[in-house]
């Protein structure tokens, strides 16, 4: 299995623009994450999904954030319109279900930079 | 609700036994974690610990588990220039759904030659 897939790899943008981050989980992973990373916030999560349905979104900073998972092997994370103080690595994750210790998978982020 | 903290950073000389202290809140969590971020890339689950054990070694790596005082740490042997990176504990949340961890803001390992 080639991972958590996550594209793009880095993006730059204006503010007020509209950015889409995309996620393909590992096949058969029932759990999918969005984190966000910054120095001064550190690691947040962002919403999870269980089964392509969104369980925990608490963490999603305002209505400009938006999470979707049409199907078992993609995920969506947008943020319309953008700002500058949205500028941070982005992950997604994911993690098999099941009894047992919980590892979550991560992929190598999206670098997001909001001018 | 649950809290994970763990100091910033760590610097140590290379050969040096490096430990890394973590304290949680959870005490109904089956397992805790350490996860490691290399620059550049996302985090990678390192070792892990079950509750009912109060330590766990695996080579270089010592994990011990203070279930009383809600206490973990790692203890790297021998740290070399390739260890430096950015350890997470984490531990389970159960006070949402089952499959959440709540990671702990990392403490950035730098390791001098």
């Known amino acids: 299995d080639a991972g958590v897939i996550q594209s793009p790899r880095h993006e730059v943008t204006e503010m007020g623009q509209e950015v889409t981050l995309r996620c393909k989980p590992i096949s058969g992973h029932d759990y999918l994450f969005w984190y966000r990373q910054t120095m001064m916030r550190g690691l947040e999560l962002l919403i999870y999904?269980?089964?392509?349905?969104?369980?925990?979104d608490s963490g999603m900073p305002e209505d400009r954030f938006s999470a979707k998972m049409p199907n078992a092997s993609f995920s969506t994370l947008k943020i319309q319109p953008s700002e500058p103080r949205d500028s941070a690595v982005y992950f997604c994750?994911?993690?098999?279900?099941?009894?047992?210790?919980?590892?979550?998978?991560f992929g190598p982020g999206t670098r997001l930079t909001v001018l | 609700g649950e809290d994970v903290e763990q100091s910033l950073f760590l610097s140590v000389r290379e050969g040096d036994s490096s430990v890394i202290n973590c304290t949680y809140t959870d005490s109904s969590s089956t397992y805790l974690y350490w996860y490691k971020q290399e620059p550049g890339a996302g985090l990678q689950l390192l070792t892990y610990i079950f509750s009912n054990m109060d330590m766990k070694q695996d080579q270089r790596l010592t994990v011990l588990l203070n279930k009383k005082d809600k206490h973990l740490s790692l203890r790297i042997a021998d740290t070399q220039t390739g260890d430096s990176a950015i350890y997470f504990c984490a531990e389970e949340d159960y006070g949402g759904s089952q499959g959440n961890l709540i990671f702990g803001k990392g403490t950035k390992l730098s390791v001098k030659p």
């Open positions: 994750a994911s993690s098999p279900a099941g009894a047992g210790y919980n590892e979550q998978f």
């Open positions: 999904f269980n089964n392509n349905v969104p369980i925990d």
